[in-house]
């Protein structure tokens, strides 16, 4: 039986963490005292406030009394925490001195488990509005669209070669050796949000150009040699070639290029399409070119796809959803 300590002593393992605490703080040239002082005015930690939950459930703020424009609302913050997570994966996995398989196969699996709950959500939102409600809102969000996300541009210039993100007939004529400027100005998306009859720039890319280029730009700058695909080139050859890992780096390319912006191309084919003609999407854009990924064949990794799969970059998907030939 345990005999209970006076109230004034300290038990053996209260007094380790104290001499633990005083080698801390005295190597920063810090007086503990003062710390513990601090320590017995400060309040117990809750859940609430250390998720700033309060904060958390006032962010919806509709522009309609649409009531399922909140919807919309919190399924996008939603995917946008989700990319948080993913980007968080991708500052550790560029910050490896001395990559190892059994990491990388570890952090990818985590990216590609973050994009596989945002694609099987992705249903929750699109039954989850009533199709003429969304069809009402909708028209409060111009020139707002998702296209607009800076984390997912981030995520693909954490993934791979920004060479691999150039607009594909532009990458062929810029070649590899291409500059880094260069490639940056001819990167994909910039063709993206363009008005269909003339070419010129929608205000959707506009405004996101005007708000993140500076940002982007720096970002590619610090993944150019700390991208996953550069990081994966630094293991041993066999490590590089060792099925776990390889399998992880098909199931990213799949899930950021192919699945997902196919989900949101599904859910622009039910409540945008109508015969004869479609709607437009919010940003003016053409979205029945921009989405399909046999239009855009972003792939981060052709390395790892035979030439057939290339070719048919997510054409069964398309074909599937819209009775294609």
Same mark, same amino acid.
């Given at each position: 039986?345990?005999?209970?300590?006076?109230?004034?002593?300290?038990?053996?393992? =209260?007094?380790?963490?104290?001499?633990?605490?005083?080698? $801390? %703080?005295?190597? @920063?040239?810090?007086?503990?005292?003062?710390?513990?002082?601090?320590?017995?005015?400060?309040?117990?930690?809750? %859940?609430w406030d250390y998720i700033e939950l309060d904060t958390l459930l006032s962010l919806q703020r509709p522009?309609?009394?649409?009531?399922?424009?909140?919807?919309?609302?919190?399924?996008?913050?939603?995917?946008?925490?989700?990319?948080?997570?993913?980007?968080?994966?991708?500052?550790?996995?560029?910050?490896? #001195?001395?990559?190892?398989? &059994?990491?990388?196969?570890?952090r990818t699996g985590r990216i590609n488990r973050y994009f596989e709950n945002l694609i099987n959500s992705?249903? =929750?939102?699109?039954?989850?509005?009533?199709?003429?409600?969304?069809? #009402?809102?909708? *028209?409060?969000?111009?020139?707002?669209?998702?296209? &607009?996300?800076?984390?997912?541009? *981030?995520?693909?210039?954490?993934?791979?070669?920004?060479?691999?993100?150039?607009?594909?007939?532009?990458?062929?004529?810029?070649?590899?050796?291409?500059?880094?400027?260069?490639?940056?100005?001819?990167?994909?998306? !910039?063709?993206?949000?363009?008005?269909?009859?003339?070419?010129? #720039?929608?205000?959707?890319?506009?405004?996101?150009?005007?708000?993140?280029? @500076?940002?982007?730009?720096?970002?590619?700058?610090?993944?150019?040699?700390?991208?996953?695909?550069?990081?994966?080139?630094?293991?041993?050859?066999? @490590? &590089?070639?060792?099925?776990?890992?390889?399998?992880?780096?098909?199931?990213?390319?799949?899930?950021?290029?192919?699945?997902?912006?196919?989900?949101?191309?599904?859910?622009?084919?039910? %409540?945008?399409e109508r015969d004869p003609t479609a709607l437009a999407a919010t940003g003016g854009t053409n979205w !029945?070119?921009?989405?399909?990924?046999?239009?855009? $064949?972003?792939?981060? %990794?052709?390395?790892?796809?035979?030439?057939?799969?290339?070719?048919?970059?997510?054409?069964?998907?398309?074909?599937?959803?819209?009775?294609?030939?």
């Open positions: 039986m345990n005999t209970p300590l006076p109230p004034d002593e300290f038990s053996p393992a =209260v007094l380790e963490q104290l001499r633990r605490l005083q080698q $801390k %703080y005295a190597a @920063d040239g810090q007086d503990l005292a003062g710390y513990l002082e601090g320590l017995y005015y400060a309040d117990y930690v809750n %859940y522009l309609t009394k649409i009531p399922d424009e909140r919807i919309f609302i919190i399924y996008h913050q939603i995917t946008e925490l989700y990319f948080k997570l993913c980007l968080c994966e991708y500052e550790q996995i560029g910050d490896l #001195k001395e990559p190892t398989l &059994q990491e990388l196969v570890l992705f249903e =929750v939102m699109v039954d989850g509005m009533e199709k003429a409600q969304f069809l #009402k809102f909708r *028209m409060s969000l111009m020139p707002a669209s998702g296209f &607009q996300s800076a984390q997912y541009r *981030m995520i693909e210039l954490a993934s791979t070669s920004l060479y691999n993100l150039a607009d594909k007939e532009k990458r062929r004529l810029l070649g590899e050796a291409a500059a880094h400027d260069d490639l940056m100005g001819c990167i994909y998306w !910039k063709a993206g949000a363009t008005i269909e009859e003339t070419g010129a #720039k929608a205000l959707t890319l506009l405004q996101f150009e005007e708000k993140y280029t @500076d940002t982007l730009h720096e970002h590619a700058r610090r993944f150019q040699n700390r991208n996953l695909w550069s990081v994966v080139q630094r293991l041993p050859e066999e @490590d &590089q070639q060792h099925p776990r890992l390889l399998r992880q780096l098909r199931q990213l390319d799949v899930n950021v290029n192919v699945n997902w912006p196919l989900m949101h191309f599904k859910s622009a084919v039910r %409540y945008l !029945k070119k921009y989405l399909p990924p046999k239009f855009q $064949k972003r792939i981060f %990794y052709p390395q790892v796809w035979t030439e057939q799969e290339l070719e048919d970059w997510g054409k069964a998907w398309v074909e599937s959803v819209m009775g294609e030939g």
